[in-house]
């Protein structure tokens, strides 16, 4: 069965660091796009970034450009988030899709991100 | 990247249609045959109902249906049952490994 799986998420401090970890199963990374989705409190869905995990190619909404940064282990089967500088306006439930014909086709349960102190 | 233009709430009773549209501009909508639909009970993991405008993943009821002409983009659902309620959300690729979503309709059954 083809799973994602979010994990990572959890209280930090304004300014602070949190990495997000994205465990796929049933199918390779290397070969699909996956993409990062949020959703802040009481607002939309809202594109994070994109990874083409073949060449390690990467692009960023500009609300976390320079802030954030989404890397693919091959090996592990497994995308990162790095979340550096985080703001109030981050804290969201982070869903880690996978990209088919410029659509999102499976997603993951998410993980919640809160940026507070 | 400004969000897609979609009504806050749209509403219908069980065997009526609700149509749902979403407006951009020529740079996602416009520009792409690349408009998806994603149906969505918040917590959960949202479900992809429409890709390329029109068509439907194996699984998704052909009384979802969508449409796109010029700037804008629509999601019909036919035949309503009580669980289609939810929340509805465009999304567009805007270019350049970019892509948008709409502010989202809340789809009441009656």
């Known amino acids: 069965e083809v799973q994602l799986l979010e994990s990572g998420g959890g209280l930090v401090q304004p300014g602070g660091s949190l990495r997000l970890s994205c465990a796929a199963s049933?199918?390779?990374?290397?070969?699909?796009?996956m993409t990062w989705v949020r959703q802040a409190p009481g607002r939309g869905l809202e594109w994070v970034s994109f990874?083409?995990?073949?060449?390690?190619?990467?692009s960023y909404a500009d609300s976390v450009k320079g802030r954030f940064t989404l890397s693919s282990d091959n090996c592990r089967n497994t995308l990162y988030l790095q979340m550096n500088n985080l703001r109030a306006e981050d804290t969201a439930l982070y869903y880690c899709?996978?990209?088919?014909?410029?659509?999102?086709?499976?997603w993951g349960q998410g993980t919640v991100v809160t940026v507070s102190s | 990247q400004s969000a897609l233009t979609q009504p806050p709430s749209a509403s219908g009773s069980p065997g009526q249609s609700v149509t749902i549209s979403c407006t951009g501009s020529s740079s996602d909508i416009g520009g792409y045959n690349y408009v998806s639909w994603y149906q969505y009970h918040p917590g959960k993991a949202p479900k992809l109902m429409i890709y390329e405008v029109n068509k439907r993943p194996s699984g998704v009821p052909d009384r979802f249906s969508g449409f796109k002409s010029g700037n804008a983009a629509s999601l019909t659902v036919s035949g309503l049952q009580a669980e289609d309620e939810a929340d509805y959300y465009c999304s567009s690729y805007a270019g350049s490994d970019n892509w948008v979503f709409g502010t989202g309709t809340r789809v009441t059954v009656l």
């Open positions: 049933g199918f390779i990374l290397k070969g699909n796009a």
């Open positions: 990874i083409y995990p073949d060449s390690g190619h990467t």
């Open positions: 899709t996978k990209n088919t014909y410029f659509s999102f086709d499976i």
